[in-house]
């Protein structure tokens, strides 16, 4: 197997093909090898699983998934690493690469295709640019037990932060509503090439079976957690009067009232539990239930 990590090898085999990095989609591959191991272990992968990478660039991370998983399904942008994929994975018989765009696919047909039997998870290192909307599609695809995933530090902070914490944002929510996650690890700047300006940091979530909470209505329960923090640094009852006008300045403190908050109290400091118990009661008002 062709050792991708190391830079005297890739520096020719990409050089063979006229490669140049592109900034534009997110190319910063990876150039210590103990990463994607560390990566692939982590995130459980064994022959029991089905495993969804986006973005392979030369394949290290698809190498040491394809060593282990049932199967691989990768997808990849930039159709000029079509040759040099040939080379690093080819041989694995357990790997498909679909070149096209992760963010036009249907997730869950994807995967009910292509894992059949197999348990669904998501790995990959991925291109900073699009982590928000790349997240986003996974975890509302619903269908991976986990997803494990190399982001800039600062945004594996904020999809693990608790509430109060300057890093807690509508991200956070979002992200904890899906899944349970967990940092794993750092990975300093040094372990790519062209080296990024950020630290970055592999963060797994675990995906919720079912929810803890009570959510009579998922979109009013989104909504609630857009408006609070859509001012940050107003207080609760003008967040919820901005986001919905219908109830008013007035309705929204009788909900928080009603709710047993103070109307004053910051979206910031309240979890999830009391973002559903606030978002409940919209519902319920708003429907006359
Ligand atoms: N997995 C490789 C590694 O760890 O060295 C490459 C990771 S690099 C950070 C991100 C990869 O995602 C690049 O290969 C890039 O071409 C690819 N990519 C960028 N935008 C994409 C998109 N919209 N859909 C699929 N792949 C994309």
Excluded at 64 to 76: D, F, I, M, S, T
Excluded at 115 to 123: D, E, N, Q, S, V
Excluded at 138 to 157: D, G, I, P, R, W
Excluded at 213 to 231: E, G, L, P, Y
Aim: overall charge negative; proline content about 6%.
């Amino acid at each position: 197997m062709i050792d991708v990590c190391n830079i005297q090898v890739m520096k020719p085999l990409l050089a063979e093909h006229g490669f140049h990095f592109s900034k534009a989609k997110g190319q910063n591959f990876l150039i210590a090898s103990w990463v994607p191991q560390q990566i692939a272990e982590d995130a459980g992968v064994d022959e029991t699983a089905g495993v969804l990478e986006i973005g392979p660039g030369i394949g290290p991370l698809t190498q040491q998934l394809a060593l282990r998983a049932g199967k691989v399904c990768a997808v990849e942008l930039d159709f000029r690493l079509k040759p040099i994929l040939a080379q690093t994975v080819g041989e694995f018989s357990n790997l498909e690469i679909l070149w096209d765009d992760v963010l036009k696919q249907d997730i869950p047909a994807l995967v009910k295709e292509k894992f059949a039997g197999l348990r669904p998870m998501a790995c990959a290192n991925l291109p900073y640019y699009i982590t928000s909307p790349i997240l986003t599609a996974l975890l509302e695809a619903e269908c991976f037990e986990s997803v494990t995933v190399m982001v800039q530090k600062e945004v594996a902070q904020r999809i693990a932060a608790k509430p109060g914490t300057a890093d807690y944002s509508a991200f956070t929510i979002f992200c904890q509503y899906y899944a349970e996650p967990e940092i794993l690890f750092d990975v300093p700047a040094g372990c790519f090439m062209p080296a990024p300006k950020v630290t970055s940091a592999v963060i797994t979530l675990r995906t919720r079976k079912e929810l803890p909470w009570q959510i009579d209505d998922k979109d009013t329960f989104f909504r609630t957690v857009r408006a609070s923090f859509a001012m940050r640094r107003k207080t609760l009852q003008n967040g919820l009067a901005s986001g919905f006008p219908e109830l008013g300045k007035a309705g929204a403190g009788e909900v928080l009232t009603e709710c047993g908050f103070d109307p004053g109290v910051r979206g910031e400091k309240l979890g999830i539990e009391e973002f559903a118990t606030i978002a409940n009661a919209i519902y319920r008002r708003k429907n006359h239930v």
